[in-house]
Structure formats: C-alpha cells, structure tokens
C-alpha cells in the first residue's frame, strides 16, 4: 500500500473502496494468477463528458505479495493495453506511478510505456503526503511493436 494510499483495514472497507468506488467512468478488471483473483487493473477517461475519450489513464494494484515479480503485472497491463488500442481503439493510454517505485515504472516500460516527465505533487494520499509521479503514456503507432516483444518473450518462454 505505500504506493496506493492508506491500506483499507478490513475486506468490506476493500470491496468499498476498490469495487464498489462511486468514480464514473471507470473500469476495473480482477487479475487472476493460478485460479484465484490476486489484484486488480483499471482504466477510466480523464474528462469522459468531454472530447477527451480518445486518451485513457490505467492503474494496476497486486495485493498478493507472492503474485508479484512473476511477470503477473506486465502481462495485465499488457492485455489491458491490447483491449484498449485494439478493440476500444484509442489513441494515448498513460499511467503515473510514483517516482520511488521502480519495479512499477520498470514494469510500464516493458510493456511499452515511455516517460514524458516528472509531475510534482500530483497526489496525496489520505495521511497528507503529497508525492511526484511519473508521466508515462504509450501512443496507437507504438503498440504494435510492444506487442511484437510481448509475443517475442511469450515465444522464448515456451
Ligand atoms: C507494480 C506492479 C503492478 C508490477 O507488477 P509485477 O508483476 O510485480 O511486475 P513484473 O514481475 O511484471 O515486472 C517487474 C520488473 O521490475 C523489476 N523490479 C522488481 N523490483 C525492482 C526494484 N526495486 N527496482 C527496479 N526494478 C525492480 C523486476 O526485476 C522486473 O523486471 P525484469 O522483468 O526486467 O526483471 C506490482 O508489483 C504491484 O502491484 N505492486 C504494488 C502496488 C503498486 O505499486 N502499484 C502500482 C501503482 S502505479
């Protein structure tokens, strides 16, 4: 949770917050690793009463400490990335990670992300601290490379 604000305390809290959250429009996937849901992945438009449907900003969570490292959340974002350029065609996916999280921003750049910069106190979290994010977004014509390398290292696994 030092990435995701303050923990919820207990599973209804969890359901509240994440499932049943009152933000309009916004989509939220369960990631499921080895039969059982691990964590979740979003996406929602900034301004969706607006022009601005063509741009979209993902986050992702893994709550399960043993889900992760595994490849589990590149793969989510990756799938989420295929959806949104393939079938809801849009043109900018983006995503902010806080500037300490490395395996995130790590984990972005692999599925294709690049960085367009650093945005100063773009958060704050309910404890009062504020924190700088990454700005990161992929655009249409870049994906299908990400995708040749996400289909690369699927091949070199088998
Ligand atoms: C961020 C998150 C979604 C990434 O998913 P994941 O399945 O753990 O990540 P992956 O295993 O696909 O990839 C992680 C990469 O970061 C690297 N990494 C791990 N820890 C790292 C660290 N401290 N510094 C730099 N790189 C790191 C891994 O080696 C791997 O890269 P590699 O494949 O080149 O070796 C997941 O860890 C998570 O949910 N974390 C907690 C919540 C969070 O931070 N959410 C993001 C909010 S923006």
Same mark, same amino acid.
């Not at 049943?20 to 979003?42: H, K, M, T």
């Not at 043993?66 to 900018?92: C, D, I, S, W």
């Not at 945005?119 to 490379?145: C, K």
């Given at each position: ?5 303050? +923990? ?6 969890? %359901?509240?917050?994440?499932?049943? +959250? ?13 039969? %059982?849901g ?7 438009? =900034?301004?969706?009463?607006? &022009? $601005?449907?063509?741009?979209? !900003?993902?986050d ?5 400490? +043993? ?8 793969? +989510?974002?990756?799938t989420?990335?295929? $959806? ?7 043109? %900018?996916?983006t995503?902010? =990670?806080?500037? !300490?999280?490395?395996?995130?921003? %790590?984990?972005?750049?692999?599925? !294709? ?9 773009? &958060?704050?979290?309910?404890? !009062? ?11 249409? &014509?870049?994906?299908p ?9 699927? &091949?070199?696994?088998?």
């Amino acid at each position: 949770m030092e990435f995701w604000d303050v +923990a919820p305390e207990t599973i209804e809290e969890a %359901r509240e917050e994440f499932l049943e +959250a009152d933000i309009v429009p916004l989509w939220r996937f369960v990631i499921e690793w080895q039969g %059982r849901g691990v964590g979740s992945v979003e996406y929602s438009h =900034p301004y969706a009463d607006t &022009d $601005y449907l063509w741009t979209a !900003g993902i986050d992702i969570f893994i709550g399960e400490p +043993a889900a992760r490292n595994r490849g589990v959340g590149t793969e +989510a974002v990756r799938t989420l990335l295929q $959806y949104l350029f393939e079938v809801k065609h849009l043109h %900018r996916v983006t995503i902010d =990670p806080e500037v !300490g999280n490395a395996r995130a921003i %790590r984990s972005y750049e692999k599925a !294709g992300f690049r960085f367009d910069g650093v945005l100063r106190h773009n &958060d704050r979290f309910e404890n !009062g601290r504020y924190v700088d994010t990454h700005f990161m977004s992929i655009i249409e &014509d870049e994906w299908p490379a990400a995708k040749n390398r996400w289909e690369a290292e699927v &091949d070199s696994d088998d």
